[in-house]
């Protein structure tokens, strides 16, 4: 199954039993992140949740 990310159009083809092709077609809507849009996304998150606690800085 040939799908195409949202975010940097490249190309990718999946398993289409996989989960992801699974949510893609039960969920029309649902786009479809290639694994390195994935990890960027997930970086970015991850820092604004960061960014939300209170983290005492030690010095490193
Ligand atoms: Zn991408």
């Given at each position: 199954m040939d799908v195409i990310c949202a975010?940097?159009?490249v190309e990718e083809?999946?398993?289409r039993h996989?989960?992801?092709a699974r949510r893609l077609r039960s969920q029309r809507n649902h786009a479809y992140l290639?694994?390195?849009c994935y990890d960027r996304i997930k970086v970015n998150t991850e820092k604004r949740?960061?960014?939300?606690?209170?983290?005492?800085?030690?010095?490193y």
């Open positions: 975010l940097c159009d083809t999946i398993d996989s989960y992801a290639c694994p390195t949740l960061a960014t939300g606690k209170f983290i005492v800085n030690k010095g």
